[in-house]
């Protein structure tokens, strides 16, 4: 049985969201609070599995909370309850080393809390599975002094598929901000997360990193030097004139971006020029994208246990055969440059 304790100033959001975690048989909610310096107070007597926080709530908030839990000396996996207007808090709290997020329902509680449930408990069943690692610390990053950044890029750059799920933003910010200004290759990114949030999250990596991050859209152009973030709630694949094409097909595996779409589309149609990347993630997505980038003679890169804070993506693509390295996530953008640097 997976222990949870749900922080909501709203006991009516208290109530939704036991309601919710309990329809799952092996999910039981232990202990609820209404702050968060009363979830600090239970727990010194109560040890549960995996917490939901509540972002914004008086006296102490989600995110003051969140340091507390992180600086325990087994911090509890946690999982962050966000409104539409606390993106750049929930980016934050990811930051500190937050599990994941869900949005809140939006307008009535009924009009999305079929979709929202599901995601949760499949959240806190990955989150409850993690196994114990030292806290990624994300230091200061200068990108990597390489020839690369002198040389102009030609007209058949290499392009990065990059695919990422929970704990994915925390590793994307040990990636991207490695890889130098004026990078002879295209990068693409999907992440998964909720309409709303990936511009922001987009905003967030342009800042720290050398080369430009934008959230996709419709028409955008692969070009050297520029990462495209699959905007949330679209899947994003890449036509034959290397332009994005976006959708609201249904769900795959659960999710809209998919991974797969992403790394089967550019694989189609840009053959080996394409070098596929699967980090921490639960789920399998991904697995099916690597083979088609493999079948069409790309190389593929998975992260390493040892670093990825969810293994199921990167388990699911090792199971598949459908990768050519493993490494730990510190050596990913070292391998990603190097083998950028022999294409060029």
Same mark, same amino acid.
């Given at each position: 049985m997976i222990k949870v304790m749900v922080v909501d100033d709203s006991l009516?959001?208290?109530?939704?969201?036991?309601?919710? *975690?309990?329809?799952?048989?092996?999910?039981? #909610? =232990?202990?609820?609070?209404?702050n968060g310096a009363k979830a600090l107070k239970k727990l010194e007597d109560i040890k549960p599995d995996v917490i939901t926080m509540d972002v914004e709530m008086p006296e102490k908030n989600g995110l003051e909370t969140l340091r507390e839990i992180m600086k325990l000396k087994h911090p509890i996996p946690t999982i962050m309850i966000s409104a539409m207007d606390d993106r750049e808090t929930v980016m934050k709290a990811l930051e500190l080393g937050a599990f994941d997020f869900i949005p809140k329902p939006d307008g009535s509680v009924s009009m999305n809390i079929d979709d929202i449930t599901k995601s949760l408990i499949l959240k806190i069943k990955a989150a409850a599975r993690m196994e114990p690692k030292d806290p990624l610390k994300i230091k200061p990053i200068t990108p990597y002094k390489s020839k690369i950044s002198r040389k102009k890029p030609k007209k058949n750059f290499p392009i990065i598929a990059i695919g990422t799920s929970s704990g994915g933003p925390k590793a994307l910010k040990a990636v991207l901000? +490695? /890889?130098? @200004?004026?990078?002879? @290759? @295209?990068?693409? /990114? #999907?992440?998964? &997360?909720?309409?709303?949030?990936?511009?922001?999250? @987009?905003?967030?990596?342009?800042?720290? $990193?050398? *080369?430009? +991050?934008?959230?996709?859209?419709?028409?955008?152009? &692969?070009?050297?030097?520029?990462?495209?973030l699959a905007p949330g709630n679209y899947h994003m694949q890449i036509n034959k004139q290397g332009k994005v094409v976006l959708n609201q097909w249904a769900t795959k595996w659960g999710v809209r971006p998919c +991974?797969?779409?992403?790394?089967? $589309?550019?694989?189609?149609?840009?053959?080996?020029?394409?070098?596929? +990347? =699967?980090?921490?993630? &639960?789920?399998?997505?991904?697995?099916?994208?690597?083979?088609?980038?493999?079948?069409?003679?790309?190389?593929?890169?998975v992260e390493d246990r040892s670093t990825a804070l969810v293994y199921g993506m990167p388990g699911s693509t090792i199971k598949a055969n459908a990768y050519d390295e493993i490494l730990p996530l510190h050596q990913i953008p070292f391998k990603i440059i190097e083998l950028v640097e022999r294409r060029i």
């Open positions: 009516f959001m208290r109530q939704i969201f036991k309601n919710t *975690i309990e329809e799952s048989d092996d999910l039981k #909610v =232990i202990a609820t609070a209404s901000p +490695v /890889i130098p @200004a004026g990078f002879p @290759a @295209a990068l693409l /990114i #999907v992440q998964h &997360m909720p309409a709303g949030f990936t511009t922001s999250f @987009a905003n967030r990596l342009n800042q720290e $990193s050398a *080369i430009t +991050v934008k959230e996709a859209a419709e028409g955008d152009t &692969m070009t050297p030097g520029l990462a495209l +991974v797969d779409y992403m790394m089967t $589309s550019t694989s189609r149609h840009f053959k080996d020029r394409v070098i596929g +990347v =699967i980090l921490t993630g &639960m789920g399998s997505d991904g697995a099916e994208g690597m083979k088609n980038i493999k079948k069409n003679n790309g190389f593929g890169i």
